[in-house]
């Protein structure tokens, strides 16, 4: 690949985090933010956007960033104070920013009257006279980057000879620069003869090392103008007496030349004469500030130990963490290989316990240890994919901002919790839903200005964007404080699309969930923001194809929210290994509160095969997975069986009915969908110690379905009869 | 024996960039991200020239040219300074600093590698 | 994809199976193995014709049984059975089959096309007759092997 198409890669993906860095900072600010530190991230963000598009000549993005970054600094600066109103353009600059850089990439044009305007709004923000075009003469296209073999140096124009009288101070050796150097650069401009004017160099008792004492005068023969010549000294004006004067021309440059040299013997002559002082042929540099080991003779060679004493050494310790970057691939093959691990630690274990080995044995004892051992390397592995979720929760402030403009309402986006790690695969796949429910929130959550007045809320309206972790688990909200679920509404429409029957009796809990259901959004009815006929049933599969579950609680009048609950990693669950029907199946011990032995006297039949179970207080319907999986046709009876009480999201109860259970293990989740689909009642599958393919049981679903399954086809005969 | 130099950029880009020229004429390159990895780097490496941007987090070139400076055995490293600002404060700060020259981005290899030679062996 | 692509004359190499007593082939670009018959776990709300997954080095494969698939009578899997591990696009699915009889290198010209008489199956399924030494084998096309993504009702 060429090496320049590989950095302009680079270049891009460096300008994603720009992106999410500047609008970040620029979100700190509008929250209150005033550290200089965040100002300053944001200025250099913009700043390192430009200085790669120059590289690259990318002009669009070059103009659009200087006049940003004009802004910035003035804010940087204090002489823009940062008020809602200039954050809010800001803000808008970040998003036209990240379309010119996306345009750039894909070789697009971005916007260009919006991008024109945002640009006068930032002008207007800018000093006095600030102008688009403030940095053109330094001709950005020129200073593009071109292989060095392609260039040739430009040889001046103009000819002649030139004397140079060069007398460095102190201060040019203290910067390290070096007159010898200085004076083969000139040997690059044409034919040199050199003089040394040593006649202030002292003797050596009174010699000062840390002092300039040395003076050349310089003839160039050639095609240099003096400008060529200057730029030479360019780094040492004002560390040194620069003359250059035309040859013949001036009487002022009249010294007689002592006698001629070539540039080996100045160099040569240049060492000898340090000899006497420092074994080292570098010039004397000057320490900044008069630090006692730099006297004579001592500085010479400063031992090792005096610079660790250095007190500047404490400061190479690393403030923050060091980091690697790692392929990703790579890191997915050690997941994978761990993930084989797992198993095949799993199976040795099964073999020794099948060999008869006692619990107390060493075999066994190794094992357990191995155990252990395996499950810190995977634990330690995991952490590597895990990220915050701050890089979804990112992309949404520019949601907000979107689809508030094209609704009228004015929004507040909150988002707590971006710290709150979790797979990256994860990440990856809670965008989409995570869009889809915040562009919901403000379209049919939120009200509109008006109706928010008349309700007495303030007239921006506020979402709310929340990751923490709660029992292994990573949960989501997304909340806003409008009017909340219109349940006569909801109820209505559930009815007209015949999904439920109209005398159906529901809890306000069950009308709520309704907008999950598949067919309850159509395209029809579904404005442009919310989306294209996706609706929340499109969210909730896509929430369960990740392991996740979504539940919504509404107040009316004061909003809804949304809770979706994931696993933290899409390769691991802890589970309880259980048997039905000659099956063995894995559920998810997260869901599980408690395991018991239904007695018959606590069971009751509700006709056909629904029965409840009593536990404490209370009755929740008793499943059996068998049945539900439809691996049996009769129901087991329940004292045969083994009950594993289970709560969902929302916190309904069920009793899950299986034969028996053979224990708990950590297992690696298998996707049957990888080769397969989705199977109604099946989460992912797992292959177990002995070699064979388990299913990872779907516990909200077969709860779902077969509450559903009785409820709703009951329902819809009543319907269809009545 | 090829020259070390050490670049310090907070931007991948740049210092991908820096590197494709300076590779490209023989330089061996180490890079670091901010001032304070290029303190630790400078503690394991013996550059000959270091090359610097000037906005960077944790601790920005003015103060990495300060810190390498205020160690006597690192007074004689010649510094470039990279930076987009080429208005003479600027300058004048990196030289009060102790930085040897400048080199003004987006830069043209030739002017880099120019200016590389201009301060070092 | 090699299968849906024939060029006159090109020469293409084939595996041939039986089920029953029918002879079929599948284009060897699309086998990624052969392997023995190995008890499937059951999977719930699925076809007839899924025998269920199996554990292949760590990844969750479908056994598709051929016969039921074809629409002939499924087979009691026994040991003697073989599964031939199938690329499918993106996916890998085992195709359980009662034994691998044959590797046949033709040209795409002794391909002959279906007839117009063959049922609904025989339209989704088969691409092709070849007649080979007096035996007619029916090469497979597989992209429609595994159930519709459609989910059937629960």
Redesign the interface.
């Known amino acids: 690949m060429d090496p320049l198409e590989a950095i302009r890669g680079t270049f891009f993906q460096e300008c994603e985090e720009q992106l999410a860095e500047l609008e970040t900072g620029l979100l700190a600010m509008e929250n209150g933010d005033t550290d200089p530190e965040t100002i300053n991230a944001v200025f250099r963000a913009v700043h390192s956007i430009k200085g790669g598009a120059g590289a690259f000549s990318l002009e669009a993005l070059i103009r659009f960033a200087h006049v940003f970054e004009t802004a910035m600094d003035e804010m940087r600066s204090g002489r823009l104070a940062p008020t809602d109103e200039v954050l809010k353009t800001l803000l808008r600059a970040s998003d036209v920013l990240a379309d010119l850089v996306r345009a750039a990439r894909d070789g697009d044009t971005a916007d260009e009257a919006r991008s024109a305007a945002i640009v006068e709004e930032l002008k207007a923000l800018g000093p006095e006279g600030a102008s688009e075009e403030a940095e053109s003469e330094e001709d950005w296209g020129d200073f593009s980057f071109q292989p060095l073999s392609a260039v040739t140096l430009e040889t001046p124009a103009a000819a002649g000879a030139w004397q140079v009288r060069f007398r460095p101070r102190a201060d040019l050796y203290a910067k390290a620069n070096e007159s010898a150097l200085l004076l083969r650069e000139l040997t690059r401009l044409g034919e040199i003869v050199v003089e040394l004017d040593d006649s202030e160099l002292p003797d050596l008792e009174s010699l000062d090392p840390e002092a300039a004492h040395l003076a050349w005068t310089v003839t160039v023969t050639g095609d240099a103008d003096e400008a060529a010549i200057r730029e030479v000294f360019e780094f040492v004006d004002g560390d040194c007496e620069l003359e250059v004067t035309p040859v013949g021309g001036d009487a002022d440059a009249g010294t007689a030349p002592l006698g001629d040299l070539d540039i080996s013997a100045l160099l040569a002559e240049l060492q000898d004469s340090q000899v006497p002082v420092a074994p080292e042929p570098e010039p004397e540099p000057e320490p900044v500030a008069a630090a006692p080991v730099a006297t004579a003779p001592a500085r010479a060679a400063p031992p090792p130990t005096e610079a660790a004493a250095d007190p500047a050494a404490t400061h190479r310790k690393p403030e923050a963490g060091a980091t690697i970057r790692v392929d990703l691939e790579r890191v997915d093959r050690l997941i994978d290989l761990v993930g084989e691990l797992v198993i095949n630690q799993a199976m040795l274990s099964q073999r020794v316990m099948e060999a008869g080995f006692a619990r107390a044995s060493g075999v066994a004892m190794g094992l357990d240890e191995l155990e252990q051992l395996t499950r810190e390397i995977q634990d330690s592995v995991m952490a590597i994919r895990a990220q915050p979720v701050k890089s979804v929760f990112q992309r949404m402030p520019r949601l907000v901002r979107e689809v508030a403009a094209m609704t009228g309402k004015p929004v507040r986006l909150v988002t707590e919790g971006e710290g709150t790690e979790v797979d990256k695969t994860v990440i990856e796949r809670l965008a989409d839903p995570l869009t889809h429910m915040i562009r919901n929130a403000i379209d049919h959550g939120l009200e509109s200005p008006e109706k928010r007045a008349e309700a007495g809320k303030p007239a921006e309206g506020q979402v709310r964007l929340a990751a923490a972790h709660r029992s292994g688990r990573i949960v989501i909200e997304v909340a806003d404080d409008g009017a909340g679920i219109n349940r006569e509404r909801v109820k209505q429409i559930a009815v007209d699309k015949g999904l439920i029957a109209a005398d159906a009796p529901m809890s306000d809990e069950e009308i709520d969930n309704l907008i999950f259901m598949p067919g309850f959004s159509t395209a029809s009815e579904v404005s442009d923001i919310s989306g294209r006929g996706v609706g929340m049933d499109v969210v909730r599969r896509s929430i369960q194809a990740l392991g996740g579950r979504i539940a919504i609680s509404s107040r009316p009048g004061k909003g809804s929210t949304f809770t979706m609950s994931l696993p933290l990693t899409l390769a691991v669950l802890d589970g309880m290994v259980v048997s039905v029907e000659g099956q063995t199946l894995v559920a998810p011990i997260t869901a599980i509160v408690e395991t018991l032995l239904p007695k018959a006297s606590d069971v009751h039949s509700l006709g056909g095969h629904a029965r409840v179970i009593a536990i404490r207080d209370s009755y929740v319907p008793l499943i059996d997975v068998g049945m539900a999986l439809g691996y049996r046709a009769e129901p087991l009876a329940a004292t045969q069986g083994v009950a594993l009480l289970i709560e969902g999201e929302g916190g309904q109860r069920a009793a899950l009915l299986v034969d028996a259970i053979q224990g708990q293990r950590q297992v690696v989740i298998k996707s049957l969908e990888a080769n397969y689909r989705q199977v109604p009642g099946v989460a992912a599958a797992t292959i177990l110690g002995d070699g064979r393919v388990a299913l990872i049981l779907d516990i909200d679903t077969i709860v779902a379905v077969s509450r559903g399954a009785d409820s709703l086809r009951a329902e819809k005969r009543l319907a269809a009869t009545g | 024996m090829s020259m070390t130099v050490l670049t310090v950029d ?5 210092r ?2 820096l590197r ?2 300076l590779t ?2 023989g330089y061996r390159v180490v890079q670091a991200e901010d001032g ?2 290029g ?2 780097v400078l ?1 394991t490496e013996n550059p000959d020239v270091i090359v610097t941007d000037i ?5 920005d070139g003015f103060g990495f040219i ?2 390498v ?5 690192n ?5 470039l300074v990279l930076t ?1 600002e ?1 208005d003479a404060e600027k300058k004048n700060r990196a ?1 009060m600093a ?5 080199i ?7 002017k880099l ?1 120019d ?1 590389i ?5 | 994809m090699n299968q849906t692509t024939p060029t006159p004359g090109a020469l293409r190499e084939l595996i041939s199976f039986r089920i029953g007593a029918q002879e079929f082939c599948v284009d060897i670009m699309d086998v990624r193995e052969i392997r023995g018959w190995t008890a499937a776990t059951a999977l719930p709300q699925s076809p007839a014709f899924v025998k269920g997954v199996i554990n292949l080095r760590g990844a969750v494969l479908p056994i598709v049984d051929l016969a039921a698939r074809l629409g002939f009578e499924s087979s009691e899997t026994s040991d003697r059975h073989v599964i031939i591990v199938a690329q499918i696009g993106e996916q890998v699915v085992g195709l359980l089959v009662d034994a691998v009889s044959d590797i046949l290198s033709v040209t795409d010209d002794v391909i002959q096309p279906t007839p117009e008489v063959a049922s609904d199956t025989a339209k989704t399924f088969v691409r092709g007759l070849l007649a080979i030494e007096g035996r007619m084998i029916s090469l497979i096309g597989l992209e429609r092997v595994l159930p519709d993504v459609v989910l059937e009702a629960a």
């Open positions: 907070d931007s991948r880009t740049m991908e960039m494709l020229a490209d004429v304070i990895h303190l630790e503690a906005n960077m987090p944790r601790m300060e810190e400076r205020s160690d006597p055995q007074r004689g490293i010649p510094i987009t080429s030289r102790g930085a040897t020259g400048w003004v981005k987006p830069f043209n290899p030739v590698v200016a030679r201009r301060v070092a062996a």
